[in-house]
């Protein structure tokens, strides 16, 4: 409690020795007169300096209105790369499943080829299960395509046509051909 009251009678001195100042300074203070040329030049510095302050800000405003739409077309090529390669995923489940009903549709298909007893419909199911499995090996591949060109495509809308592209291809090519 005596600490509070130290405390409270320090401030009480700081207040009028402040107080005390304050009426010196409003006394002793000489008024001049102002050199309208000097405040004219500071408020044309200071009109210079908000129209730059303006222009900053629209500046910034547009940056920051490009910088979402840039966030917005990202996330939009992110959901489309995803759902890609959920297809891509689906596609790959369907082939492994194909190829694991080829598998034991073979197998049944050699086990009575092993025994002597030709059974037809063990060849249609296994045929049937094959021309399947090519479908969805197809699927798999289309969709695995698809979601390569989606990875690709920003990267080639963005590319810089350099002026020797075409020497650059040409190199490739013939590389490619003495391989």
Same mark, same amino acid.
């Not at 979402?68 to 990202?74: F, H, K, L, M």
């Not at 395509?145 to 020797?164: H, R």
């Given at each position: 409690?005596?600490?509070?009251?130290?405390?409270?009678?320090?401030?009480?001195?700081? =207040?009028?020795?402040?107080?005390?100042? #304050? !009426?010196?300074?409003? #006394?002793?203070?000489? #008024?001049?007169?102002?050199?309208?040329?000097? #405040?004219?030049?500071?408020?044309?510095? =200071?009109?210079?300096?908000?129209?730059?302050?303006?222009?900053?800000?629209?500046? =910034?405003?547009?940056?920051?209105?490009?910088?979402?739409?840039?966030? !917005?077309?990202?996330?939009?090529?992110?959901?489309?790369?995803?759902?890609?390669?959920?297809?891509?995923?689906?596609?790959?489940?369907?082939?492994?499943?194909?190829?694991?009903?080829?598998?034991?549709?073979?197998?049944?298909?050699?086990?009575?080829?092993?025994?002597?007893v030709a059974e037809p419909h063990l060849i249609n199911k296994?045929?049937?299960?094959?021309?399947?499995?090519?479908?969805?090996?197809?699927?798999?591949?289309?969709?695995?395509?698809?979601?390569?060109?989606?990875? =690709?495509?920003?990267?080639?809308?963005?590319?810089?046509?350099?002026?020797?592209?075409?020497?650059?291809?040409?190199?490739?090519?013939?590389?490619?051909?003495?391989?």
């Amino acid at each position: 409690m005596s600490q509070i009251e130290e405390l409270h009678r320090r401030i009480t001195a700081a =207040l009028e020795r402040i107080g005390t100042g #304050v !009426e010196g300074l409003n #006394v002793a203070a000489p #008024v001049a007169e102002p050199d309208t040329g000097e #405040v004219e030049a500071l408020r044309q510095q =200071l009109e210079d300096e908000k129209l730059v302050n303006a222009q900053l800000q629209e500046r =910034l405003k547009s940056l920051h209105e490009k910088q979402e739409r840039a966030g !917005e077309a990202a996330a939009e090529v992110q959901g489309q790369q995803r759902a890609q390669m959920e297809q891509l995923d689906s596609e790959l489940q369907r082939l492994r499943k194909v190829n694991a009903m080829l598998r034991d549709n073979n197998q049944a298909l050699r086990d009575a080829n092993q025994a002597g007893v030709a059974e037809p419909h063990l060849i249609n199911k296994s045929m049937l299960g094959e021309l399947e499995a090519l479908r969805a090996a197809r699927a798999a591949d289309s969709a695995e395509v698809a979601a390569i060109l989606g990875q =690709l495509e920003p990267l080639i809308a963005g590319a810089i046509v350099a002026p020797d592209l075409g020497e650059a291809i040409e190199r490739a090519t013939e590389f490619g051909e003495d391989a």
